[in-house]
T-cell receptor, first 112, second 115 residues
Framework: AQSVSQHNHHVILSEAASLELGCNYSYGGTVNLFWYVQYPGQHLQLLLKYFSGDPLVKGIKGFEAEFIKSKFSFNLRKPSVQWSDTAEYFCAASSNTGKLIFGQGTTLQVKP | DTEVTQTPKHLVMGMTNKKSLKCEQHMGHRAMYWYKQKAKKPPELMFVYSYEKLSINESVPSRFSPECPNSSLLNLHLHALQPEDSALYLC??????????????FGPGTRLLVL
């Protein structure tokens, strides 16, 4: 069965530090990949998505992600985090069934 | 506009009550979804509607009853819930469902507490 795994469950960073959150998926066919963010008390928002083309995808708020097919990975990066980036981050993948499969999420805490 | 709205924002109900959650989108999307999310956990898919017809039921207990009155509205009727059903209920929509390059847009959710 298709699955998504996020390696980091809880990440604590200081402001201005660089961020990389790992995401791996287990589906070998055509897959669409997403990163969603959930700020405290708010709804899930789309950060970025990959369908095809350039494997380096740029999203909102300075986030980017790189799709590496050989590693089944879609890691999220940001060069310099801010306190306002404190949130829960979910990687997700959809396959040919159309279902969205979420990873377990990573809690990011940015210290001012 | 990628807005999905949900009402109410909060709901407290007893185990014998009947209540309904509502979801609305005006993006012309033809697929709508219900998810359940527990604290610090990812959303779990419950139901998918495609063109106003139920296409996926993820073995959800019958005390949850979805309804899609038209292409813009999605309801979730609740009856005889259990305390463990307390969670954030999220609605989402996408242009279509199935094997396409679809992006799901989520509403703010209804936070449900069952006493």
């Amino acid at each position: 069965a298709q699955s998504v795994s996020q390696h980091n469950h809880h990440v604590i960073l200081s402001e201005a530090a660089s961020l990389e959150l790992g995401c791996n998926y287990s589906y070998g066919g055509t897959v669409n990949l997403f990163w969603y963010v959930q700020y405290p008390g708010q709804h899930l928002q789309l950060l970025l998505k990959y369908f095809s083309g350039d494997p380096l995808v740029k999203g909102i708020k300075g986030f980017e992600a790189e799709f590496i097919k050989s590693k089944f990975s879609f890691n999220l990066r940001k060069p310099s985090v801010q306190w306002s980036d404190t949130a829960e981050y979910f990687c997700a993948a959809s396959s040919n069934t159309g279902k969205l499969i979420f990873g377990q999420g990573t809690t990011l805490q940015v210290k001012p | 506009d990628t807005e999905v709205t949900q009402t109410p924002k909060h709901l407290v109900m007893g185990m014998t009550n009947k209540k309904s959650l509502k979801c609305e989108q005006h993006m012309g999307h033809r697929a709508m979804y219900w998810y359940k999310q527990k604290a610090k956990k990812p959303p779990e898919l419950m139901f998918v509607y495609s063109y106003e017809k139920l296409s996926i039921n993820e073995s959800v207990p019958s005390r949850f009853s979805p309804e899609c009155p038209n292409s813009s509205l999605l309801n979730l009727h609740l009856h005889a819930l259990q305390p463990e059903d307390s969670a954030l209920y999220l609605c989402a929509s996408s242009q279509e469902s199935g094997p396409r390059r679809e992006t799901q847009y989520f509403g703010p959710g209804t936070r449900l507490l069952v006493l």
